[in-house]
């Protein structure tokens, strides 16, 4: 009898044994959790990265270092480089364009360009349809000096070619044509200028040769007869009396043009 309650007796002590092979188990369990969260970060970080590149590329909107440029307000410029600068804790890019023979360094900021009306240089094809302009006959409307002078300022300051074109060939005046005032010269001047320029750096010539060119073009314009010319110099006279007293001040609008 005493035998058989040793035996029960061991029995029980291999229970503690099974229970504490269930703790074992549960341990890795709680490990496999944390490697979930430390993939997702590294995706939502490389996010931002590929959109910053695409910023840059529409702001300068193709334009490069070194490249020719007409900048409505001054002509044709030369971007010498493109910079950065910090202001008010922003970082701003900059195009750096130098106007030669005026002596200007001019800075413009890339995300402006289009609203200051920055182009390329004229393709070959449109500088022959501005020369082919000078060809025509002048328009010239029967208003005042002033209101002629402003909007032959808006199309020399617009950038458009064949418009600086026009400008051209309404003011120009040959040998047997009255003689330019002040204030017709100074415009006339300063469109024949901005033409010339840029036609020179397309055709890869001097100025002194595109404005040859273009003097050439305007003297195969149809010459008006002697009636007309006797016509054309009575408006002058009847505009300079009608616009003596706005003539001193248009000068002065040309020379701050100018």
Request: hydrophobic share 40%; charged share 30%; aromatic share 4%.
């Amino acid at each position: 009898m005493p035998t058989k309650k040793t035996a029960t007796a061991k029995a029980p002590a291999k229970a503690p044994v099974k229970a504490g092979s269930k703790t074992a188990v549960k341990a890795p369990v709680a490990k496999a959790a944390p490697v979930k969260s430390a993939a997702s970060k590294p995706v939502a970080a490389a996010a931002p990265r590929v959109e910053e590149p695409k910023k840059v590329l529409t702001q300068r909107q193709g334009f490069k270092t070194n490249e020719y440029v007409v900048y409505p307000a001054h002509g044709v410029g030369q971007i010498l480089a493109i910079e950065e600068q910090e202001i008010a804790g922003a970082k701003l890019e900059l195009f750096v364009i130098n106007f030669i023979k005026d002596k200007m360094t001019l800075r413009v900021p890339t995300a402006k360009v289009a609203n200051v009306g920055m182009r390329k240089l004229s393709d070959p094809a449109l500088v022959k349809r501005a020369l082919e302009t000078l060809k025509g006959r002048a328009r010239i409307k029967r208003t005042m000096w002033s209101r002629r002078a402003q909007e032959y300022e808006a199309k020399i300051n617009s950038g458009d070619i064949v418009a600086i074109a026009e400008v051209v060939r309404d003011l120009f005046r040959s040998e047997s044509q009255p003689e330019q005032s002040y204030s017709e010269r100074q415009l006339y001047e300063a469109a024949l200028d901005r033409l010339s320029r840029e036609i020179a750096v397309v055709q890869h010539v001097t100025e002194t040769e595109a404005v040859k060119e273009i003097e050439a073009n305007l003297a195969k314009s149809p010459r008006r007869g002697a009636k007309a010319d006797a016509d054309a110099a009575t408006e002058g006279a009847a505009d300079d009396s009608d616009d003596s007293d706005d003539d001193g001040d248009d000068s002065l609008s040309a020379d701050e043009a100018a």
